[in-house]
């Protein structure tokens, strides 16, 4: 298999995360957890979906197993929570956009410019996660395993960010109304274009819109790369996701069987961050080779276009406390990326932009 093919079907696999419902020889189970999605599915069930779900139906002596729709056969993300909370699905994986929709304070961690690299985002992802499990909690859902680191994401264009003059003139996409997004790219003076994901392919064709950011995983899985030409190697937010289930539902499941279900979800939570850190890092290599030109900056040499990222950035995160998150929530989060790195020190920081 082609290292593309290869990353194609990780990144499907990973923003699956573990909701599979792949044919079993072990008889009807007591309770299927219906999950949905809108993300497409892969070219095969791989491996480790295969065995999570043996392995939960396995510790639960059949009473559970999962099974997935996906590539949105139960409509975009709003019709998927609408079906939950009619009871017609159990839950869905979703990444930090949608999960702010149930709670908005999760989008905390979504924040642009202020971690430096992925052993940052699962320092901080991993203290505030007790904080975020009791918000969705009161909310009426439960996380299954832990959140998922799903990576950094750059700024893809038709033409090279090399100037603040070219940049303004981007029309960049951004999902939905994503009031963060919206905010950041308007601090800028860039015009975000609130848009479904499925509808990036065509709107660059279109040339409806001219720019998108999303993670270089993302990039390969969804062809942008064969849309767009440039990239620029400043990393801009990293994206939350995670899998929820409605706690009505949970609740059908009895207490031994959530227990096992929990401790094999963490697990595997465990492994596909691994596993999607690396297929970042590996699609970053493979978007070179397939024509994607980097366009590098320098916050030593290029000065000014750095302080004018960081203010955008500064800006946007200040536009959103009493939208998303309060000034506390926010003020924790910024504390433990100084915390990490008291204990780290030394580290390359890229993204140290916590303070102007």
Same mark, same amino acid.
């Given at each position: 298999?082609?290292?593309?093919?290869?990353?194609?079907?990780?990144?499907?696999?990973?923003?699956?995360?573990?909701?599979?419902?792949?044919?079993?020889?072990?008889?009807?189970?007591?309770?299927?957890?219906?999950?949905?999605?809108?993300?497409?599915?892969?070219?095969?069930?791989?491996?480790?979906?295969?065995?999570?779900?043996?392995?939960?139906?396995?510790?639960?002596?059949?009473?559970?197993?999962?099974?997935?729709?996906?590539?949105?056969?139960?409509?975009?993300?709003?019709?998927?929570?609408?079906?939950?909370?009619?009871?017609?699905?159990?839950?869905?994986?979703?990444?930090?956009?949608?999960?702010?929709?149930?709670?908005?304070?999760?989008?905390?961690?979504?924040?642009?410019?202020?971690?430096?690299?992925?052993?940052?985002?699962?320092?901080?992802?991993?203290?505030?996660?007790?904080?975020?499990?009791?918000?969705?909690?009161?909310?009426?859902?439960?996380?299954?395993?832990?959140?998922?680191?799903?990576?950094?994401?750059?700024?893809?264009?038709?033409?090279?960010?090399?100037?603040?003059?070219?940049?303004?003139?981007?029309?960049?996409?951004?999902?939905?109304?994503?009031? !963060?997004?919206?905010?950041? #790219? %308007?601090?800028?003076?860039? &015009?975000?274009?609130? *848009?479904?994901?499925?509808?990036? @392919?065509?709107?660059?064709?279109?040339?409806?819109?001219?720019?998108?950011?999303?993670?270089?995983?993302?990039?390969?899985?969804?062809?942008?790369?064969?849309?767009?030409?440039?990239?620029?190697?400043?990393?801009?937010?990293?994206?939350?996701?995670?899998?929820?289930?409605?706690?009505?539902?949970?609740?059908?499941?009895?207490?031994?069987?959530?227990?096992?279900?929990?401790?094999?979800?963490?697990?595997?939570?465990?492994?596909?961050?691994?596993?999607?850190?690396?297929?970042?890092?590996?699609?970053?290599?493979?978007?070179?080779?397939?024509?994607?030109?980097?366009?590098?900056?320098?916050?030593?040499?290029?000065?000014?276009?750095?302080?004018? !990222?960081?203010?955008?950035? #500064? %800006?946007?995160?200040?536009? &959103?406390?009493?939208? *998303?998150?309060?000034?506390?929530? @926010?003020?924790?989060?910024?504390?433990?990326?100084?915390?990490?790195?008291?204990?780290?020190?030394?580290?390359?920081?890229?993204t140290s932009a916590n303070k102007r």
């Amino acid at each position: 298999m082609s290292l593309k093919k290869t990353l194609t079907a990780a990144f499907l696999t990973a923003i699956l995360a573990f909701t599979s419902g792949s044919a079993s020889a072990e008889g009807t189970p007591k309770f299927i957890l219906k999950m949905a999605t809108v993300a497409p599915k892969g070219h095969a069930i791989t491996r480790r979906m295969e065995d999570l779900n043996h392995d939960v139906r396995e510790a639960t002596n059949n009473e559970v197993m999962f099974k997935i729709y996906w590539g949105g056969v139960q409509g975009d993300d709003n019709n998927i929570f609408r079906k939950i909370r009619l009871g017609q699905l159990h839950g869905g994986f979703f990444s930090g956009y949608s999960l702010g929709h149930i709670v908005p304070e999760v989008r905390v961690t979504e924040m642009p410019y202020i971690f430096a690299n992925d052993d940052e985002v699962r320092y901080v992802r991993d203290k505030m996660e007790a904080t975020m499990f009791e918000y969705f909690d009161k909310r009426g859902y439960v996380i299954l395993g832990s959140f998922i680191d799903i990576g950094f994401t750059y700024l893809f264009s038709k033409e090279p960010a090399t100037s603040l003059a070219t940049m303004k003139k981007f029309r960049c996409w951004v999902p939905g109304e994503d009031s !963060l997004a919206q905010s950041f #790219f %308007k601090g800028m003076g860039i &015009q975000p274009v609130p *848009l479904s994901v499925n509808d990036v @392919m065509t709107s660059v064709s279109t040339n409806l819109i001219d720019s998108a950011a999303m993670t270089p995983f993302g990039a390969i899985a969804f062809r942008w790369y064969t849309k767009f030409k440039y990239m620029s190697d400043y990393p801009l937010v990293n994206i939350v996701g995670a899998n929820i289930v409605s706690k009505k539902a949970w609740e059908q499941i009895t207490p031994q069987s959530q227990d096992k279900i929990l401790k094999i979800a963490n697990k595997y939570c465990d492994r596909q961050k691994d596993d999607l850190t690396e297929a970042n890092h590996e699609s970053m290599k493979l978007l070179q080779k397939e024509g994607i030109k980097i366009v590098h900056m320098d916050p030593k040499k290029d000065p000014e276009k750095f302080k004018f !990222l960081v203010d955008a950035g #500064f %800006k946007a995160r200040e536009d &959103q406390i009493g939208v *998303l998150y309060s000034r506390e929530l @926010m003020n924790k989060t910024l504390a433990l990326v100084e915390e990490y790195r008291k204990k780290n020190p030394g580290g390359k920081s890229k993204t140290s932009a916590n303070k102007r």
